[in-house]
T-cell receptor, first 116, second 119 residues
Framework: AQTVTQSQPEMSVQEAETVTLSCTYDTSESNYYLFWYKQPPSRQMILVIRQEAYKQQNATENRFSVNFQKAAKSFSLKISDSQLGDTAMYFC?????????????FGTGTRLQVTL | GAVVSQHPSRVICKSGTSVKIECRSL??????MFWYRQFPKQSLMLMATSNEGSKATYEQGVEKDKFLINHASLTLSTLTVTSAHPEDSSFYICSARDPWAGGPENEQFFGPGTRLTVL
C-alpha cells in the first residue's frame, strides 16, 4: 500500500514571501501521479497542481511549482509571492492509475498561515 | 472545472436515526464517485468507491451495512448513515470522476462536504 507523509503540521509565511511544503511518499510503482490539494476554511477541496511520475519536468501553475524527486520519493510544493488567500490546509496526494477505480491517498496535511 | 454538489451541507440528527447525504455531478456524468470522511484537523480517509449501476467497493474497516452507498444514476450517489451514533459525527466529502475530462485517470472533482452531527 502507498503511504504519503507530510512532516510539517503547521507553517507560517509572510505575505509576498516564498514557502515550501514538503511531502514524501512510499510506493513500489513506477507509474503514478502526485497532487497537491488546497482546503481553505470553506472545506472545499481545490486541486492546486499535479505531476505525472513519468515526466521529469517539474509542474508549474502560476505561483505554484513543485520539486519532484522521483528517486528520493519527494514531492514538495513551493508557493511564491504568498497571498492571504493561500491560507489553507494543503494535502499531498498519491494516485496509482488503475482505470476508473484509481484512488487518491492523502497525506496528513500542512496548515499554512499567511500573515501580513 | 466541473461542479459537484452535496446536500445537505449540515445535518443534525438524534442517535439511532438514519441520515442520507446526496452527491450530484451538475454538469457532467460521473461513472465513478468516491466518499471520504474527514475528522477535525485530520486528512481525508476514503470510505468507498461508488460505481454507477453496481455495488460500491468499501475500504478495509468501513462497515458497509452502516454506510449504505447507492449510485443509481450517472449524476447521483447517496450515502446513508444507518442507525447513526455520536461517533459517526464527522465531515463527509464526495468526489466525482469526469470520464471525459483531461488529466490523469480523469480528474476528481470534490463536493463542498456535509457536516454530520449526531446527538
Amino acid at each position: 500500500a502507498q503511504t504519503v507523509t507530510q512532516s510539517q503540521p503547521e507553517m507560517s509565511v509572510q505575505e509576498a514571501e516564498t514557502v515550501t511544503l514538503s511531502c514524501t511518499y512510499d510506493t513500489s510503482e513506477s507509474n503514478y501521479y502526485l497532487f497537491w490539494y488546497k482546503q481553505p476554511p470553506s472545506r472545499q477541496m481545490i486541486l492546486v497542481i499535479r505531476q505525472e511520475a513519468y515526466k521529469q519536468q517539474n509542474a508549474t501553475e502560476n505561483r505554484f511549482s513543485v520539486n519532484f524527486q522521483k528517486a528520493a520519493k519527494s514531492f514538495s510544493l513551493k508557493i511564491s509571492d504568498s497571498q492571504l488567500g493561500d491560507t489553507a490546509m494543503y494535502f499531498c496526494a498519491f494516485m496509482k492509475p488503475t482505470g476508473t477505480a484509481s484512488k487518491l491517498t492523502f497525506g496528513t496535511g500542512t496548515r499554512l498561515q499567511v500573515t501580513l | 472545472g466541473a461542479v459537484v454538489s452535496q446536500h445537505p451541507s449540515r445535518v443534525i440528527c438524534k442517535s439511532g436515526t438514519s441520515v442520507k447525504i446526496e452527491c450530484r455531478s451538475l454538469d457532467f456524468q460521473a461513472t465513478t464517485m468516491f466518499w471520504y470522511r474527514q475528522f477535525p484537523k485530520q486528512s481525508l480517509m476514503l470510505m468507498a468507491t461508488s460505481n454507477e449501476g453496481s455495488k460500491a467497493t468499501y475500504e478495509q474497516g468501513v462497515e458497509k451495512d452502516k454506510f449504505l452507498i447507492n449510485h443509481a444514476s450517472l449524476t447521483l450517489s447517496t450515502l446513508t448513515v444507518t442507525s447513526a451514533h455520536p461517533e459517526d459525527s464527522s465531515f463527509y466529502i464526495c468526489s466525482a470522476r469526469d470520464p471525459w475530462a483531461g488529466g490523469p485517470e480523469n480528474e476528481q472533482f470534490f463536493g463542498p462536504g456535509t457536516r454530520l452531527t449526531v446527538l
